[in-house]
């Protein structure tokens, strides 16, 4: 056997996903030929060798970078879940996918295989199917990773190198947004509390009037009772001093008296 040290470069086979997850996501993320799903937080949850376990992290389309500066417990508390974002799911399995299947996160090949799913989810989002004109997610919109115990990571294009970069979410960046967010809540709030007061006062008002016409009306039957009652009692005097009259004319047997 003549063996060679040489090391051979095999040829690679891009990251792709199966068929059957391109057609679900066209699906589900294109209904009717749209450009967006009808969510506004559509998870995207990539399966298979390589792929970031869920208990790490999971994709996300967003329809808006708010979602990720404002978290949802306050949105839902404060607007009770009408501002909340309504969510999506679509599962994607890696075919063919990465070998070896398992390396540890956050190192700079794990990073590598991260943004190669990024950019093959782009891929399967605008560009299927081939057979039709490519459909590029709308403006303002963006794909995340959404770590567990993180916070959320964008990819950005590095300058230097012109590719893209993993990047986290830092809040402080975008202080109009927070700036606008806290004017809303306050404003909502101080409209909620203003209301509030309103149809308390109006309740009250409506409570004082409700018992002073209760009030009016137990003294008018009180009145009224005792009027009857004292009628009644001057009748029944009469009736008494009228019997016994009778019965002294019954006893005299005067005819003119018991007339």
Known sequence: ????????????????????SKINLDSLFHPGGATQPNANWFVLQVTGPGAPESTYATFAWLSHMRYLIVPTWILDFFSLKLLSP???LAKLTLKPAFC??????????????????YNTLKKAIEDYPPDQPPRKIPFLSLIALLPVSDAAKLFKIDTDTNQFAI??????RYPSMLLAMFFTFVVGFAVALVVTVLIALKFNKYVRRYREERLSEEVTYANLAEVIGKYLQDDNAKTVEHMEGLELAKLSK???MIT
Do not use: C, M, W
């Not at 063996?3 to 470069?9: F, R």
């Not at 070896?100 to 799913?117: D, E, M, Q, S, Y």
């Open 1 to 20: 056997y003549n063996l060679s040290l040489v090391p051979v470069h095999e040829p690679t086979v891009p990251v792709d996903f199966g068929e059957t």
């Open 167 to 172: 990047e986290k979410v830092d809040v402080t």
């Open 100 to 117: 070896p299947g398992v390396l540890p996160a956050n190192t700079p090949v794990f990073n590598k295989r991260i943004i190669t799913i």
């Open 86 to 88: 309504v969510q999506g």
């Open 254 to 256: 005067r005819p003119e």
